[in-house]
């Protein structure tokens, strides 16, 4: 106190008045770009990394050929999109699965216009219902593990990936464990604590595993800065690393490790910041892949210790960056897990807007069917028997 006073008692006033219009110019213009982007980020704009790398030559073979989505006739109204530019209300968004329930739920902006009202319904053991009904006949289960894509957050039970490809393998059972929000790590974490009975219970002997990823899922298992803004709710994830004997070790959660809580949420809550995806710590590190790569192989030992595991596909979503896809491949390749590359096909520039829900970012019914026809590519390829059920 007494340096500022000795400080202000040099400083002429005009010097005073000049420092004090700083400042206040200075918070309108904070003010003002804060809420520019505030703006943009509501009505669904926002800088994403643009990658234009191509995929590696030697993934060729496990790339999606453009003739297996030709048999896709997209309605005039999948064409249209949903073209809402508003705020959204969620208030009556169902998101989390509860057993044995047929529920709407509904995506609104803020003014009232309707971006989607759909029926989920699940089964005893929480997972969202299929149209293919389950044989006794059959002893092959297709599991697709995965978020809320997989899940189908926006579109109608039939409408899924899942749904739309127990359609096409009536030689196998498919189940849909797609869980809103959560990732390789929390997957793992799951399916060894209290959703054991959501991912693991089958009877059929023999199991294809198949998993869809895109870039968020590197946030999921790093937590970086990003999770003091948009993404908080990753806070409470489970946290696991490598240790020097390249096993997996969990170390609570990410608001437990994470330092500066409070400090974190004044600074990357910005808008600016939000909008501009700008954050301390790189998810595209090496040591994210590696990650990656170990928790499918865990995820793959626990099922191999109750089942036949016959087939592990990792699916990239089409919106994956191609840097993520050329890096992980290679690995996953190497761990035998098979890559379906579907990103290099350049769907948005096909179909754009109408591929995700505006305001929401989720695939759209068209997006769904893009998933279902690249995923069955790579299993009728492998595995043609089971198209039909025996």
């Known amino acids: ?100 329930k047929a529920v709407h739920s509904i995506m609104t902006t803020t003014s009232g216009k309707l971006i989607y009202d759909i029926v989920v319904t699940t089964d005893e053991k929480k997972r969202r219902v299929v149209e293919q009904p389950h044989s006794d006949k059959n002893n092959v289960a297709i599991i697709l593990i995965g978020c809320s894509f997989t899940y189908g957050e926006g579109v109608n039970d039939l409408e899924t990936f899942a749904s739309l490809l127990s359609k096409r393998f009536k030689g196998a059972n498919v189940y849909n464990l797609g869980w809103p929000g959560s990732g390789p790590s929390q997957i793992y974490h799951d399916m060894n604590g209290d959703e054991k009975e959501f991912y693991r219970s089958f009877k059929e002997k023999k199991l294809i595993i198949v998993n869809t990823f895109f870039d968020q899922h590197l946030y999921r298992i790093s937590c970086n800065t990003s999770c003091y803004a948009q993404n908080e709710w990753l806070l409470d994830k489970p946290k696991y690393v490598l240790n020097a004997e390249n096993q997996l070790e969990y170390k609570g959660s990410y608001r437990e490790s994470m330092p500066f809580i409070f400090l974190g949420r004044i600074v990357f809550k910005s808008p600016l910041i939000v909008y501009s995806n700008f954050h301390v710590g790189n998810r595209y590190s090496e040591e994210n892949y590696k990650l990656v790569i170990r928790i499918f192989e865990e995820i793959r030992k626990v099922y191999e210790s109750e089942h036949e595991v016959i087939d592990f596909y990792n699916h990239f979503h089409y919106t994956s960056n191609n840097d993520v896809v050329n890096n992980l491949s290679k690995k996953m390749i190497a761990s035998e897990i098979t890559p379906v590359i579907s990103s290099s096909i350049n769907f948005w520039n096909v179909y754009g807007k109408s591929l995700a829900i505006r305001n929401d970012g989720h695939p759209s019914k068209l997006g769904h069917q893009l998933m279902a026809e690249s995923i069955g590519w790579a299993i009728e390829r492998d595995h043609p028997e089971l198209l039909k059920q025996k």
């Open 1 to 100: 106190m007494l340096t500022l006073f000795i400080w202000y008692s040099k400083v002429k006033k005009e010097n005073l008045f000049a420092i004090a219009f700083g400042f206040f110019i200075s918070a309108i213009i904070v003010f003002a770009s804060n809420e520019f982007f505030r703006h943009k980020i509501q009505t669904g704009s926002k800088a994403y990394r643009i990658n234009k790398n191509p995929i590696d030559k030697s993934l060729t073979k496990y790339v999606v050929p453009r003739e297996s989505i030709q048999n896709i006739r997209p309605s005039a109204e999948d064409m249209v999109g949903n073209d809402v530019s508003e705020p959204v209300d969620a208030s009556k968004k169902v998101s989390r699965p509860q057993p044995s």
